[in-house]
């Protein structure tokens, strides 16, 4: 925390070389300890404009005051048109050198070479003040600055996309944006023009399947996948060519929120998601990804055991092509400016380093045109790689000169080529010297808007992510389809939906329907897909418990001794631990002393992974409690209490027999593993029939 707070510079010489505020990234600081107008000039008032008498009108020659409201006037540029909410950091990405087979990309084929990074997560739909834990796609984007040029890796959470051709981007997001009149609702697919889109563009059904899953309700930034989407081709030292899809596996594992909590905290906490990833990494438990990779031949057919490696609503399922793992992507320092560097950062799938390339794929296609395009009107001209978060960390000499906010003073007098003044540089770079040149391939045939008959296949994969999942991750699909499709006006669309999900599957289709109050239709889903149990993100065994929450109730009476051993287990395997009491301030003395974090009045369920209840607490009658408590269990999370806290979950209406409640009479070894397997294993849903979770 107290770095985010430091001034430089003493300020006593304003023109000083060590004042000058061009850190050795190349970022401009505001330093010097004195206030000065945009020129530097030292200012002795910024609270009274400068008037004709003190009760006069404002003189036009404040050149400050006008120089302060014009810069305010202009302070904010277009958000993201998509991808508007998001939360960035910087980090590090250390290659296995096991890419060196398939990729020249050298940032992947040295072992042990570290990468500096950028990265930053978004929502798709919702506007930059919009809340976190809206139902929605997640971007998952990471800027490489490697040694030979930045490298972007433009992904989402989910690993397939709604549409098939770019040109009909446009469309898809219209759709799920508020609607045009009134502008509601913010943040949702759950309205009329969205459903409407995907149940006409059934190409969408996938891509729909896994935003009704837990997928679309991510417990943190730091444990959702993140993919590549398309398929890339990866070319070697010796030229030979591999078609590849990017996975990022975060080590903390997969793990959702349910669907109440997303709600409550939607409106509780609208920044929990970019709250959990900074606090995260100013507690030092650093968010981490391996970044893994599933190689295809590149045989000239662009497919893979039928599937269609250039439809970008087709996955390749983990089992025909095993994740590679050849990297570790760490997130250890957050932005220390939120504007200038998660909102001003710019990227591109047309980022790309020798040894990686594009295919024909028709979303990629168009992707490369519209992200460089989406940032003149962003970002204001063409110079935003100039900007220090955009800046590459490898020599540029582009030739490109002047337009907007140019921040280079170009040496030379010929910024072209050849030329027989500067030199005849810059120079052209072969492929050996490391310049970024294409795989030749054949490309031909009539111009056609059109697809290839495989495109065709809308279901099949919807159906095989359906039944590859779990029961209960099934009924959080069934609740999440009737509850969007219930917040649809028109019949007609809800209808069509249904229409959609009876080729996906007859029981889900049943379910929605019932929930509905509607007729199922009836439908052929395909009857022979093969699972794919690596789809599903329930954990059997139990995980890491590295940035996990536990509340713990406790009050002055309470055993300290006790919360203290829970801390100490706690901390040590990188968990946090909050103490909630009735009221702030600091419980006991000396080494059991625990400070009051949060209070029944600051502190809501959806904020931890587990709840305890300390022995001695006295018990009270607050709702709030008793809120606190239920939540926590009706959401199936990891509940605990030791001595007489025990009487304080039962008088909660707490069944003490129920799964993933642990108890003890002290705190000792048994009881700190009891809770460490229960918080590893995210949720006990063997509680969920227990508690009505479903509806269904
Ligand atoms: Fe996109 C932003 C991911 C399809 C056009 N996209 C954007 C961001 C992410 C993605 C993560 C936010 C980047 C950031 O944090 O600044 N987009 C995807 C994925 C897609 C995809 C994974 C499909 C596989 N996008 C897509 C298409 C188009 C765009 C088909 C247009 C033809 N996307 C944009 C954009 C954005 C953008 C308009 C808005 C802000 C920006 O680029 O910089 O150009």
Not at 79 to 103: I, L, N
Not at 231 to 255: C, M, Q, Y
Not at 260 to 274: K, L
Not at 426 to 449: F, K, M, W
Request: proline share 6%.
């Amino acid at each position: 925390m107290s770095s985010r707070r430091k001034i430089a510079g003493n300020g006593s010489t304003p023109n000083a070389d060590s004042d000058r505020g061009v850190a050795s990234d190349g970022a401009l600081r505001q330093e010097g300890e004195f206030l000065t107008t945009a020129q530097g000039v030292r200012l002795p008032d910024t609270d009274h404009s400068l008037k004709a008498g003190e009760r006069g009108p404002t003189l036009l020659e404040d050149f400050h005051l006008r120089e302060k409201i014009t810069h305010f006037d202009h302070e904010r540029i277009p958000e993201r048109v998509v991808h508007a909410r998001g939360a960035a950091a910087h980090g590090v990405f250390e290659s296995y050198g096991t890419a060196k087979k398939v990729t020249k990309a050298q940032f992947l084929t040295k072992k042990g070479q570290q990468t500096q990074v950028f990265v930053r997560f978004s929502t798709v739909l919702g506007s930059r003040g919009s809340a976190d834990t809206v139902r929605d796609t997640r971007g998952f984007a990471v800027k490489f600055y490697t040694d030979e040029g930045t490298f972007d890796l433009v992904g989402n959470n989910i690993p397939v996309f709604f549409i098939q051709d770019g040109i009909k981007f446009p469309d898809i997001i219209h759709a799920g944006k508020p609607h045009p009149d009134r502008e509601i609702p913010q943040a949702q697919s759950a309205h009329d023009t969205f459903w409407d889109f995907v149940s006409l563009h059934t190409e969408a059904t996938h891509h729909v399947m896994w935003n009704m899953s837990d997928r679309g309700i991510p417990r943190s930034y730091r444990t959702m996948e993140g993919f590549g989407v398309h398929t890339f081709r990866l070319v070697n030292d010796s030229g030979e060519t591999a078609l590849v899809k990017f996975h990022w596996k975060p080590v903390a594992g997969i793990h959702s929120l349910v669907w109440e909590e997303a709600q409550i905290a939607a409106g509780v906490d609208p920044d929990f998601h970019r709250r959990d990833l900074a606090d995260s990494i100013d507690a030092g438990i650093f968010p981490e990804y391996e970044l893994g990779i599933q190689v295809m031949p590149d045989d000239g057919t662009d497919s893979f055991h039928g599937i269609d490696l250039l439809d970008p609503t087709k996955i390749v399922p983990e089992e025909l092509a095993p994740v590679q793992l050849v990297g570790k992507l760490t997130l250890n320092r957050n932005p220390t400016n939120y504007f200038a560097e998660t909102e001003q950062v710019a990227f591109h799938t047309g980022h790309l380093v020798p040894g990686i390339e594009v295919t024909n794929d028709p979303l990629m296609q168009a992707r490369l045109f519209s992200y460089l395009d989406t940032q003149l009107t962003r970002l204001g001209g063409p110079n935003f790689a100039q900007l220090p978060i955009n800046r590459p960390r490898c020599p540029v000499n582009d030739m490109f000169r002047d337009g907007m906010h140019q921040h280079a003073v170009h040496p030379g007098l010929a910024p072209y080529r050849p030329n027989s003044i500067d030199g005849d540089l810059p120079r052209p770079a072969s492929a050996g010297q490391g310049g970024y040149v294409q795989v030749p391939r054949a490309i031909e045939g009539p111009a056609v808007r059109a697809n290839p008959a495989s495109f065709d296949d809308h279901f099949s994969q919807a159906t095989m992510f359906y039944r590859s999942l779990t029961p209960i991750e099934q009924v959080h699909i069934i609740e999440a389809f009737t509850f969007e499709l219930g917040k649809c006006y028109e019949q007609a669309i809800k209808e069509r939906e249904l229409i959609v999900l009876s080729k996906v599957d007859t029981d889900l289709c049943e379910q929605v329907a019932a929930g509905l109050g509607l007729p199922a239709p009836a439908g052929e889903p395909a009857n022979d897909v093969t699972t794919s149990p690596a789809l599903s993100q329930v954990v059997t065994e139990p995980g890491p418990i590295a940035g996990r929450k536990i509340g713990v109730i406790a009050d002055a009476n309470a055993d300290l001794a006790g919360v203290a051993i829970l801390r100490g287990v706690a901390t040590e395997l990188g968990a946090a631990v909050h103490v909630i009491a009735p009221v702030g301030g600091v419980l006991g003395r000396g080494r059991t002393k625990q400070i009051v974090e949060r209070t029944l009045l600051t502190a809501r369920s959806i904020e931890f992974d587990a709840v305890v209840v300390a022995g001695g607490t006295a018990p009270t009658n607050d709702i709030k409690l008793v809120l606190l408590l239920q939540e926590a269990f009706r959401h199936c999370k990891a509940i605990a209490a030791w001595g007489t806290g025990q009487d304080i979950l039962e008088d909660a209406g707490i069944s003490l027999a129920a799964p993933g409640v642990v108890l003890g009479k002290k705190v000792d070894e048994d009881f700190t593993a009891s809770m460490v397997t229960a918080l590893g294993l995210h949720r006990a849903w063997d509680r969920a029939e227990l508690v009505m979770l479903s509806a269904v």
